[in-house]
């Protein structure tokens, strides 16, 4: 059963705005540790591909507290979820923490579909819910 979606959309131009004012900070605050080593790579290789990564976890974890309804607030915080590349490059989201408690005993799980172009960054989040013994 569906239990909520999210969507948010970035302005690329945005985030590299902030990115110029703060530097790292930013990204330290929105990624998690794998988030933030991959996005280093990545910005090592070609900033604007790094840019992009960030931009697109961003708006996923906008769009992942729309869809749990909670905003961002506990239990849901930035580094309590991942989005992580799976072997084949398709995003899955890791939840630790207060997060995946929540998840766990409400037995939700996540889809993700993730997307950019030059100017923008969108997320798309399905939650379902095992309804079997769901505990309220």
Known sequence: MIFGIGTDIVQV?????????????????ILG??????????SARVAANGL????KRYAAKEAYSKALG????????????????????????VAT???????QHRQLSAK?????????????VLLEQNQRDVAS
């Not at 909670?70 to 239990?75: E, N, T, V, Y």
């Not at 923490?97 to 998840?103: E, K």
């Open 52 to 55: 992009r990564y960030l931009c």
């Open 97 to 103: 923490g207060l997060l995946d408690d929540y998840m």
């Open 33 to 42: 540790a794998d988030e933030l080593q991959e996005y280093q790579q990545r």
């Open 112 to 124: 993700i579909s993730l997307s950019d172009e030059i100017d923008y960054a969108v997320a798309f």
């Open 13 to 29: 131009s945005r985030i590299a705005a902030v990115i110029a004012r703060s530097g790292t900070r930013f990204a330290e605050k």
């Open 70 to 93: 909670l905003g961002m607030r506990p239990p849901m915080s930035w580094h309590d979820l991942q989005i992580l590349n799976d072997a084949y490059g398709a995003p899955q989201c």
